[in-house]
């Protein structure tokens, strides 16, 4: 019998795919086996709260099983353009949001939607490695711009790569620095893509994982940034809602309506139930997330020291996220390191994988356990210690 895999001939994937596989730094590690510790992967440890499972309940049991709208249920829009016009300060109309099949789903919709073959899109370095994927993706060009040494942005760099393009792509809190932008550099950014007439994308994923004195500025919070940013939003992180695939733009009518096309062609409408699962997260689990905030930063805490006593590892200390992104003194790739240590039973991100200025550091996650933190550093540092 002639198998499937035989009978395909000269088949070669669209140029798009090929772009992608050209130029990804992502890196798909092995599995994790029962006796290896990990610290690699970017998701909350946590159930998802009850009352947002009981939600997505009811409306099944309501029969709300049916095709929502293409941009949203209309009281999750609703609730949604409310939060959004109570941080900005701006009246937020229908049309001016769209829910999306999670964060990734929203990034892609909008990066697709505004990135044209040739278009210059500046990134910071290092970066979630999924902005520069989906650029390449649309035939777009990327220009990292490398962070200063404590992991903040370049603003002088930054004025200077923004003369001429068309998007700017950010995350703030940072994946995978943990580093918080400040007002003052938010307010410098705003003037910046304002003089140049850039578009911009912000991603605030992990908005409710701030750990400074200061309170968070969001895009949001900006005037400079009105009408020519699209605000990408999940509940992925905030609510430990993952595997739920839930979250959102918010931006001027014309750019959700484009990105409204793409997600609609390729995605169509979020799951129903989930969407009323995730009113009852920003209606009902606000006690949830500083829980799980408190939580968080216990486990910061841990692993901030644990790592600040390994010879050989400097730290930039993390303001946001769960994320810690140390840099390492030996001379291997972080691809390597990434190897070595998972002799050693401690699975950890490459920094390479999330741009060059990545290189000699590795990404470790918090988001799990104090006990599987402790383990997981006591393999780190046998590891590093195999290499002096």
Known sequence: MVSQQDAIIDFTAAEAVLRVERTSLRVQQ??????MVSLAVGEPDFDTPP???????????????????????KPLCQALANRVAARSGVA????????????????????????NPGDRVVIPDPTYSLYADLVNMAGG??????????????LAALK??????????????GNPTGIVHTCE?????????????????????????????????????????RGRTLYCQTFSKSYAMTGWRVGYLAGPAAMIAAAARVHNTANGSVNTAVQYAALAAIEECDQDVLEMHKIYRERRALMIAGLSAIPGL????????FYCFPSYSAAVSSVEMVTILRGFGIAVRPGSEFGAAGESHIRLS??????VIAEGLARLKLGLASLS
Not at 314 to 321: I, V
Request: glycine share 8%; charged share 15%; with cysteine.
């Open 30 to 35: 092995p599995a994790t086996t029962a006796d």
């Open 314 to 321: 400097t730290l930039n200390q993390p303001e946001g996220a």
């Open 366 to 371: 918090y988001a799990t356990s104090k006990e």
């Open 141 to 154: 060009i990327c220009v990292p711009v490398p962070c200063q040494a404590d992991l903040h942005w370049d």
């Open 185 to 225: 550099e938010m307010m410098a950014l705003g003037d910046i893509v304002q003089a140049s007439n850039t578009l911009v994308i912000a991603d605030e994923a992990y908005s409710d994982l701030v750990f400074t004195d200061q309170p968070f500025t969001s895009a949001l919070d900006i005037p400079a940034f």
């Open 51 to 73: 009352r947002i499972i009981a939600a997505a309940a009811r409306a099944l049991k309501q029969g709300l099983t049916h095709y929502a709208p293409l941009l949203g249920e």
């Open 160 to 173: 200077q790569a923004m003369q001429g393009a068309k998007l700017f792509v950010f995350c703030n809190p």
């Open 92 to 115: 937020v109309s229908a049309g001016e949001i769209l829910v999306t099949h999670g964060g990734t789903g929203g990034l892609s919709a909008a990066i697709l939607s505004i990135v």
